[in-house]
């Protein structure tokens, strides 16, 4: 036995270790509870950073895998295990959590326990969903990670908390529903084949899904993807995220953002891509014109928002449809450029919602036309606003370049997608990116300072050592992918590689040879 | 000596890193002027030192590529997926643009010195400054594409940083009510026009990748030269190309953003925004010229395109009154030349202009800039006059630039634009039209640049008893004599044969362009006597405006006055510049965003999509509602349901 066996489950739980010393620590002792979240989410971070190390990119197999039985008779297990994709998404996790703890220090004061409690027990699912490989231990952590970010934005949100807790739940909650119809009949099937049992064992049912009829594939496909485009979201069902967003408070935007939102990207590549290779094949004009719209429609809404949140919600409307194309282009590109466009997204906005935090806590509002002028009374706070806008833009040499880059290069060449279109469409978004980052950035930070606006008679502080430190952490990694993202991309290169492998095969009509690898893993 | 090629890059960088992070501590103007002019001289020493190298090697051996790391790539090691490598390559070309880049740049640097002077942001100017320098060596400099991209864009981002330096300064941008608009809204529109070019760049990049397997130079232009003329392929990349050019280099459609980029400071007009970032496109096309040489159509395109944007930007240049607008609208026009050069397959002759141009129009804006000084910060050259008085070393470098513009002999300018003149009229590409058309540009030229000159320099004093004009400290006028000293030589560099010279850059560049040269077929030319003819008509037409705007300006000012009030609607439509803003608002901009708030946000989001679900929501309660009053509570009420209940089930089992 060594750690290696346990690392990854110890990544997992290690949020439970710090929800259960909070629970012994008196409420009114502040200082303590925000160390102890602070500490154990960096804990986690370490954890994650070790898994990153010992990962070996050269492996194209799940690694750290562990298997527990759980249910015998259903043969469902506690099975966990990552590849390059889960792997960055983790260390993604991990590492947003400690910042929008840090970033947000002083924000939240009513039942602060309570809360850091929910942001660790949030932290603990996400990075259970990345890392299961049981399709039913795979829908708890999802579910199990729904409940606290329920109460994270209906308890410690803004005026509208609740209808936008609500709608976020429901929504989520109806496609989820779906998704564990197809587990369920999935597993089902399994048991219908010669020797066959029920299992939600992901790697066996890469195995039985090569037998799908195409026409249980597409609806199973459709209940997955309705699942996991909501949680994207993929235009149209993306009007929960503005909402969502604005009332969240910072520290949930950060993590909704950062984390959440990859999920459904996450799932497409992990579960509809290989496990209905025939259904994704025929559905990819679907998908690949809703991400087009998505693309451009999140742009031209963010462009007219007159809440900084919500454009920078509708912005991740847009950022994401890159990522919904990378993913059905099928190519080798578009993939790697999709994941690192998670992680490069992830960054990002997670930066700017912690920005557009830092101004509320000082302010109280958040409509562009309350503020102008910030950068002279803010300069520092205005470079790294600066900073993280062109990343969003996609300027090169930052990180948002690579990831945009990379998909328009895997859509413009992909014989899957066969038109031209689908990549020129998609960089129109690329110009009115600049239109609305630079448009919102001039309002905000440049200009004369508003007279009789909240602020205007106080003397706005910067920000201050603690702040610096969360943006600047970021802003390394922001420059770091995009000047060498060799040491990201390396690492989900098999992610990408083998699921192309599969699709292409598939559209030559020979069996799918994922699933003979997944086989050979088989516990 | 060539493996040094990096730090010319990277030195400039250093400048940025350390006045970026440091330069808000750093108490001492003359310190942060010294480190900030200091990275781009030594750059420049390096550059100097590789170009003598470079001199003593074989013309085909003068290609150097120095590989630094992976930047982009798929890292799946699969052979067709894209892999690009931050190299720099130094070759002819490269190498000129390097030393036009740092050493125009060394010397605008200096210049600032003086000029920012107790500027509250003097260490970010320099900052901004050296990062600019880096991302435009990045551009000359890169082996590939997306390296060239990278400081395409780079330098874009440093545009938009300086023209917005003195950020919430009103200024009129086109487009915007007077006096509604700041130099960040021209800055912003400068960036915004730009990425609609970047837009066609990107395009280009993906179909060069996809057709050529590659983003290497190397790779691509070897490809290219095993196609064929009129290649489907090679038409769409350079037509996408040349839309990223027109928004870089400021060519019709897309030049609206460069008069109002001169809300910058007046030494990044000169530098950014004349002699090196604006003819960034010409460089890419020039670099290209192989791709451009497999597609006559797009060459075509190129040469009307240039030459219409060369004559449109002389005749607005004619009417407008802000100093530093006509220098801008005379880029505009000039680099419409080196369009016309270009498309007529005279890659050359377009890069000497580029040279040349780049040291008189850096001067004649340093010499604005000293002018802005003098007048404490007055443009308007109707409230200027005799000035020559008060700055004689600015006067005269300003007038040996406004001669070399002009294209008098043997001033830099005469050179370089009848050389353009002449290709545009003897290469199969070119016409008589479009030499005509560039003939009366450099009519025009001259006329608006003695205007600019005699209204400012000449005649008397229209300024108020409080300006006091003085002449500009040393660290400005140093530049400015050694600019004028290269305005008058720098045309020697390429002395054509029909003047005994022996076209020295064109040789030099020739190893570049071979590939092109050769797939055109193009056959070095002999003397024609036609050409002495075409050389002094162009010289007359333009001795003729300079003697037109010496003639209306000092002694019949009537003149101006009735053509004014004779051609008032030609007049207002210079004076508006064609109204291109005003079309492009009415047209695009304000549709676009009605469209995006009225239909899609608060039309489809809104009440489609919200509508729907809340619709659907509030069906689930009131259907709710209505079954909750089965829920009375009352026990009663439950008994004679569940009486019924059995009363029903029995009959029921009865009946059937």
């Given amino acids: 036995m060594n750690f290696d066996d346990y690392a990854l489950s110890a990544t997992i739980f290690a949020p439970l270790l710090g929800v259960l010393i909070l629970l012994f620590t008196p409420q009114g002792n502040a200082r303590a509870i925000k160390i102890i979240g602070f500490v154990f989410s960096v804990f986690v971070f370490v954890l994650s950073l070790y898994l990153f190390f010992r990962f070996d990119s050269e492996n194209p197999s799940f690694q750290f895998q562990q298997y527990t039985v759980w249910i015998s008779g259903l043969n469902i297990g506690y099975y966990v295990g990552i590849d390059g994709m889960a792997l960055l998404l983790i260390v993604l996790t991990a590492f947003l959590t400690p910042l929008a703890l840090l970033g947000t220090w002083n924000s939240v004061e009513h039942r602060l326990k309570e809360y850091t409690m929910m942001v660790l027990l949030l932290e603990l699912g996400m990075v259970g969903v990345f890392a299961a490989l049981d399709l039913f231990l795979f829908y708890v952590f999802w579910e199990a990670m729904l409940i606290p970010m329920y109460f994270i934005i209906g308890i410690w949100g803004g005026q509208d908390r609740v209808y936008a807790a609500v709608k976020f739940f429901l929504y989520t909650l109806f496609g989820s529903l779906l998704m564990l119809i197809a587990i369920l009949g999935l597993g089902f099937f399994a048991s219908t084949l010669q020797d066959g049992k029920f299992t939600t064992n992901l790697t066996t049912l890469y195995a039985v899904a090569q037998h799908l009829p195409l026409n249980l594939q597409l609806w199973m496909f459709s209940a997955f993807a309705l699942s996991f485009a909501i949680k994207v979201p993929l235009f149209p069902l993306h009007t929960w995220l503005p909402d969502a967003h604005v009332q969240a408070p910072t520290a949930g935007s950060v993590i909704l953002a950062g984390v959440l939102l990859k999920m459904g990207t996450y799932g497409f590549l992990r579960f509809c891509l290989p496990l209905f290779p025939e259904a994704s094949l025929r559905l990819i004009p679907v998908l690949s014109v809703l991400a087009v719209i998505g693309i451009i429609y999140g742009a031209l809404v963010a462009m007219v928002q007159t809440d900084i949140k919500k454009l920078v919600a509708y912005s991740s409307v847009s950022h994401l449809g890159f990522v919904v194309l990378g993913i059905f282009s099928m190519t080798e590109e578009g993939i790697q450029g999709a994941i690192i466009q998670m992680v490069n997204h992830g960054l990002s906005t997670g930066a700017l919602f912690l920005l557009v935090g830092m101004i509320y806590d000082r302010t109280h509002t958040r409509a562009i036309s309350d503020f102008g002028g910030v950068a002279k009374l803010m300069p520092v706070y205005a470079v790294f606003f600066l900073i993280i806008s062109l990343s969003s833009i996609g300027l090169p040499g930052l990180n948002g370049f690579v990831g945009e880059f990379l998909v328009l290069v895997g859509a413009f060449k992909s014989a899957f997608l066969g038109s031209y279109a689908y990549a020129a469409f998609a960089g129109v978004g690329v110009i009115l990116s600049a239109v609305y980052m630079l448009w919102m950035y001039q309002r905000v930070m440049l200009g004369p300072v508003r007279e009789g606006s909240l602020y205007g008679g106080h003397k706005l502080s910067d920000i201050s050592a603690r702040e610096i430190t969360a943006l600047g952490v970021i802003v390394v990694f922001v420059v770091w992918i995009g000047v060498y993202p060799g040491t990201f991309l390396k690492k989900s290169a098999w992610t990408a590689k083998t699921v192309v492998t599969l699709m292409e095969n598939v559209q030559r009509g020979f069996q799918p040879r994922y699933a003979e690898r997944a086989l050979h893993e088989d516990k | 000596m060539t493996s040094f090629a990096p730090y010319i890059v990277f030195l400039p960088f250093i400048g940025f890193l350390v006045l970026g992070l440091f330069g808000s501590r750093i108490k001492s103007e003359k310190l942060i002027g010294i480190i900030g002019s200091g990275v781009v001289g030594v750059s420049f020493a390096i550059a100097m030192a590789i170009f003598v190298q470079m001199v003593g090697e074989e013309p085909h051996a003068r290609k150097h590529v120095v590989e630094l790391f992976t930047w982009i790539s798929a890292f799946t090691g699969t052979a067709s997926s894209i892999h690009v490598v931050v190299a720099y390559q130094v070759d002819q070309l490269s190498i000129l643009m390097t030393l036009i880049v740092t050493g125009v740049g060394f010397l605008i640097h200096v210049y600032s010195i003086g000029y920012m002077h107790g500027d509250a942001g003097f260490w970010r100017f320099f900052a901004y400054l050296n990062l600019f320098i880096f991302a435009m060596l990045n551009l000359v400099l890169a082996d590939n594409f997306l390296l060239m991209f990278l400081g395409w864009e780079g330098v874009g981002l440093c545009s938009y940083l300086l023209i917005g330096f003195w950020y919430d300064r009103k200024f009129d941008v086109g487009g915007y009510a007077a006096g509604t608009a700041t130099t960040n809204d021209a800055a912003r529109k400068a960036f915004i026009v730009n990425r609609i070019g970047d837009f066609g760049f990107i395009l280009a990049m993906l179909l060069i990748f996809h057709t050529f397997g590659s983003l290497r130079f190397d790779s691509v232009f070897n490809g290219a030269e095993l196609m064929s003329i009129g290649n489907q392929a090679a038409f769409w990349i350079t037509l996408l190309l040349f839309v990223g050019a027109t928004g870089k280099s400021a060519q019709i459609p897309l030049f609206v953003w460069l008069p109002d980029a001169m809300a910058g400071p007046t030494p990044v007009s000169a530098l950014i925004h004349a002699a090196t970032m604006v003819t960034a496109g010409v460089y890419m096309v020039a670099r290209c010229s192989i791709l451009f040489a497999l597609a006559p159509t797009t060459l075509q395109v190129v040469a009307i395109i240039g030459a219409l944007t ?347």
């Fill in chain 2, 310 to 656: 060369a004559i449109v930007a002389a005749s607005i240049g004619l009417v407008q009154n802000d100093i530093k607008k006509i220098l801008a609208y005379s880029t505009v026009s000039q680099l419409g030349y080196m369009f016309l050069a270009l498309g007529v397959a005279a890659f050359s002759a377009g890069i000497f202009h580029l040279t040349t141009h780049a040291f008189f129009k850096a001067l004649l804006f340093l010499g604005s800039g000293a002018v802005i000084h003098a007048m404490h910060d007055e443009q308007d050259i109707q409230k200027m006059g005799g000035l020559k008085k008060y700055l004689p070393t600015t006067y005269k470098t300003f007038l040996i630039g406004a001669i070399a513009i002009a294209g008098i002999f043997p001033f830099a300018g005469f050179f370089s634009k009848d050389e353009i003149l002449w290709k545009a009229f003897s290469s199969e590409h070119g016409s008589v039209v479009m030499w005509a058309i560039g003939v009366i540009g450099a009519g025009l030229t001259a006329f608006y640049m003695f205007r600019l000159v005699i209204l400012t320099f000449e005649g008397t004093f229209r300024f108020g008893e409080e300006v006091h004009p003085h002449e500009a400290p040393k660290t400005m006028t140093v530049p400015l004599i050694i600019l004028a000293f290269l305005s008058l030589v720098g045309g020697f560099i390429g002395v054509p044969k029909s003047f005994f010279g022996n076209n020295m850059i064109e040789h030099w560049l020739a190893p570049v362009f071979e590939p092109a040269s050769t797939k055109l077929l193009l056959i070095e030319e002999g003397v024609h006597a036609t050409e002495y003819v075409l050389m002094a008509l162009s010289l007359g037409i333009a001795a003729a405006g300079i003697y037109g705007a010496w003639k209306v300006y000092t002694k019949r000012p009537d003149i101006a006055e009735s053509l004014r009030n004779k051609y008032t609607k030609v007049y207002s439509l210079l004076l508006n510049k064609y109204f291109v803003d005003e079309v492009y608002d009415k047209t695009v901009v304000g549709p676009t965003v009605k469209l995006s708030e009225k239909l899609l946000w608060k039309g489809f989001d809104v009440a489609v999509i919200d509508g729907a679900l809340n619709g659907m929501a509030s069906l689930v309660s009131v259907t709710a509602l209505w079954f909750r009053k089965i829920q009375t509570g009352i026990a009663q009420t439950y008994a004679v349901v569940f009486v019924g209940g059995i009363v029903f089930v029995l009959a029921w089992l009865i009946l059937k």
